[in-house]
């Protein structure tokens, strides 16, 4: 397994074109994440999901976003007529989340490369 | 909201140990402390994580407080491919998500 995998790297659209990116996570990683970060600033949080099922959404998250794990396993982020203020590098994370009686455990997540969104 | 701060830039020589400072005074029992890096145009990469006890691994050490109320991050002998910013972040709770505040940008001179 080489990591978290998303694909496209880069997408140029034009406005109000639907785009939908797709982030592979590593084998076995039960829990996804998807962040948007524009430049200067830190990755923004705007959902993630536990196996298929979708437990929060970001307020950064309008109408337009949509994201779906149907199988546990790859996500999908899609927007829908797309706007300039879209434009950023949408990231992907994953990690195994395990419930555990100890404080003294807990796992990393880790990060795609992101793929870079340009709307003209 | 980031419940973290860190200073915007700093310094380091080549070869010398840079310590990144990270102040989390309103931490709870059970959050962790994580270390990322990121560098330019690339996806954000684990350093290192702790909850109360000091913690080292190959890429660096992680020194907690007593209080747990601050954190410092050490390089141990940076090289020029360390330049990246450096997110200190506070994470547990239910959803256990990352929330990234604006970082550390270091800097490594020749």
């Known amino acids: 397994d080489t990591g978290v995998s998303q694909n496209p790297r880069h997408k140029i659209t034009k406005r109000g074109q639907n785009v939908t990116f797709r982030c592979d996570p590593i084998?076995?990683?039960?829990?996804l994440y998807w962040y948007r970060q524009t430049l200067g600033q830190g990755p923004e949080f705007l959902t993630y999901?536990?196996?298929?099922?979708?437990?929060?959404k970001s307020r950064l998250l309008s109408d337009r976003f949509s994201a779906e794990r149907p199988k546990g396993s790859f996500s999908t982020l899609e927007i829908q007529r797309t706007e300039q203020g879209d434009s950023a590098m949408y990231l992907c994370?994953?990690?195994?989340?395990?419930?555990?009686?100890?404080?003294?455990?807990?796992?990393?997540?880790?990060f795609g490369q992101g793929t870079r969104l340009t709307v003209v | 909201d980031a419940k973290t701060t860190q200073p915007p830039s700093m310094d380091c020589a080549e070869g010398r140990a840079a310590n990144l400072p990270c102040n989390h005074s309103t931490i709870s029992g059970n959050e962790y402390v994580y270390w990322y890096r990121q560098i330019h145009s690339q996806g954000p990469q684990y350093i290192i994580h702790?909850?109360?006890n000091n913690e080292t691994n190959e890429m660096a050490s992680l020194i907690i407080t007593e209080d747990r109320k601050s954190s410092t991050l050490i390089l141990p002998h940076a090289t020029l491919r360390d330049t990246a910013v450096y997110y200190c972040?506070?994470?547990?709770?239910?959803?256990?998500?990352?929330?990234f505040g604006t970082g550390t940008l270091l800097a490594v001179q020749p």
């Open positions: 972040i506070v994470r547990g709770g239910a959803t256990n998500k990352l929330i």
């Open positions: 994370a994953s990690s195994l989340e395990v419930a555990v009686a100890s404080l003294d455990w807990n796992t990393e997540a880790f």
């Open positions: 084998s076995e990683h039960n829990r």
């Open positions: 999901f536990q196996n298929e099922a979708q437990l929060e």
């Open positions: 702790g909850l109360k």
